[in-house]
């Protein structure tokens, strides 16, 4: 699923509409993980926000991501069996096809998945998440 980037002036507008201060260091990871990078891990964040901010630690970049979660600017995704959490810029309810192969996440549209329960009446379901896994061909 293709997003939309976002320009710096659209970034800003976001996190203030989340109502979060726009500081440098927000929009500098908010804005790569919306428009330059899929599901990214906390280091690759660190990466690629430290050409703009060499100094910048990694419990900085946790605290803004923290931020972005908490105000529901990211998804932050646990990847099952892994200990891999990742962050996702697509905010709405979707689940995930893992390629094996290289490890990365790809995006599944809720209406590709049919999920048909048939559970005892105790299990007093939340939420549902679903991870595919497997590869892509050709
Ligand atoms: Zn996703």
Redesign the pocket.
């Known amino acids: 699923m293709e997003r939309s980037k976002k320009d710096t002036t659209e970034i800003m507008e976001s996190l203030s509409q989340a109502g979060l201060n726009p500081t440098a260091q927000r929009i500098a990871v908010f804005q790569y993980i919306h428009n330059d990078s899929d ?1 990214p891990t906390p280091e690759q964040v660190k990466d690629a926000v430290d050409r703009v901010f060499p100094t910048i630690s990694l419990a900085t970049i946790y605290n803004t991501l923290n931020a972005l979660v908490a105000h529901g600017l990211v ?1 932050q ?1 646990k990847i099952p069996h892994s200990g891999r959490v990742v962050y ?1 810029a ?1 905010t709405s309810k ?1 689940y ?1 096809f893992i390629d094996e192969a290289e490890g990365k ?1 790809i ?1 599944l549209n809720q209406e590709s998945i049919t999920v048909d329960m048939n559970l005892p009446e105790h299990f007093d379901i939340q939420d549902v998440d679903i991870f595919v896994k497997g590869k892509l061909k050709g």
């Open positions: 599901h998804h995704v996702d697509n979707h995930h996440l995006d």
